[in-house]
C-alpha cells in the first residue's frame, strides 16, 4: 500500500522494464513491515541530469543506477566513495544529510556471492572473461581478496589494458593492490592451476543462451575448482553447463545481485536486509 508517509527509492536505468529489482526490494519491504517502496524509473541517457535532480526534489531516499548511467550519472552527486571512484562506476544513491553519495555495491555484493561459493581464492590466480563494468568490480574485488595473479581475455585487447592501467593506478587510493594481470588473447589457453573462471562478458545471456564465452570444444584447465557466470538469464548457462559436464561447480550471477541490492537495502534503510526473502523473491519463488 503506498500512503502519504511512503518512502521512495528508485532504479535509475535505460531500459529497466527486465529488472529484477523492483520484485526483490518490495518483498523486503513488506516482509519487514517498512512503509517503503521501490520503483523503475526509466531514464533515457540526455534525460539523467534532470533525472537526479528530480529525485532530490522529490525527496527520493535513494536509489539504484544500472547500465547505461553508472559512469554517466558521477557528476551529478555530491559525493562519491572511494570504491566508486576507483571502479568508476555507481550502483547506489544514497542520501546523508540532504548529500547525495555516490556508491558501489557490486564489489562488496561479489565478494559475498564469492564466499557463499565457498571457493577460495587468496593466493590463487584467478581468470576473468570481459573488460566492462561488472568486471572492473571483479577486478576490485579480486584485488581485495588478494587473489596472486589474474589471466584477463577480453575480445578488444584495448579496451582490457586500459581496465587495467586505471584500476592498477587507482586501487592504492583505496589501500588496495592489483596483482599481476595477464592479459590473454581469446584463442590463447588458460595455464594450469588457475583456480576459479569468471565471465563478465554477456555472452550466453539470454535470449543467446546457446553462447558460450569459453569454446564448447575446449577443455577446461586442469585443476580449475570453479566457475562463476555473472548472467542470471537463464539461471543456468551454457558454460555453466559445460562446466558442470566436466565436473567443475558453477555459480550464477544471482548471488552477485542479491548481495548488491543486500548492501544497498541497508545503507538506505538502516536495517539488515532480510536476505533469503530477498533470494525467493529474484527466484520469483
Ligand atoms: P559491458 O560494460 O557492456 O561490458 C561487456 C563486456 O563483455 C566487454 O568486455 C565486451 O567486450 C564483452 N563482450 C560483449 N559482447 C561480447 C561478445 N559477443 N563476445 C565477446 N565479448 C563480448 O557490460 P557489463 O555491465 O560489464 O555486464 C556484463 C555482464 O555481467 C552482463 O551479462 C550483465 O548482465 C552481467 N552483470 C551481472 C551483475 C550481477 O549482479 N549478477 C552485475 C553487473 C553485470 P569488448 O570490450 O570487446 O566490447
Known sequence: MIRGTTRLV???????AHSRSPQMHNAAFAALGLDWAYVPLPVAPPDLE???RGLRAMGFAGANVT????????????????????VGAVNTLRVVEGR???ENTDIEGFRRALAETG??????????LGAGGAARAVLAALAQEEAKEIFLINRSPERARRMVAELGEALPAAGLHLPPVHLLHPE?????GVALLINATPVGMAPETEASP??????FPWGLQGVIDLIYEPPRTRLMALAERAGIPAFNGLGMLLHQGALAFTMWTGQPAPLEVMRAALRGE
Not at 214 to 219: A, G, S
Open 10 to 16: 528508485g532504479l535509475l536505468g535505460w531500459p529497466v
Open 214 to 219: 569459453w569454446p564448447p570444444d575446449r577443455p
Open 50 to 52: 534532470a533525472a537526479v
Open 67 to 86: 547500465v547505461p548511467h553508472k559512469t554517466a550519472v558521477i557528476p551529478y552527486l555530491d559525493e562519491i566513495s572511494p570504491l566508486a571512484r576507483v
Open 100 to 102: 547525495w553519495i555516490g
Open 119 to 128: 571457493l577460495a581464492i587468496r593466493g590463487q590466480a584467478v581468470a576473468l
Open 188 to 192: 590463447e589457453p588458460l595455464p594450469e
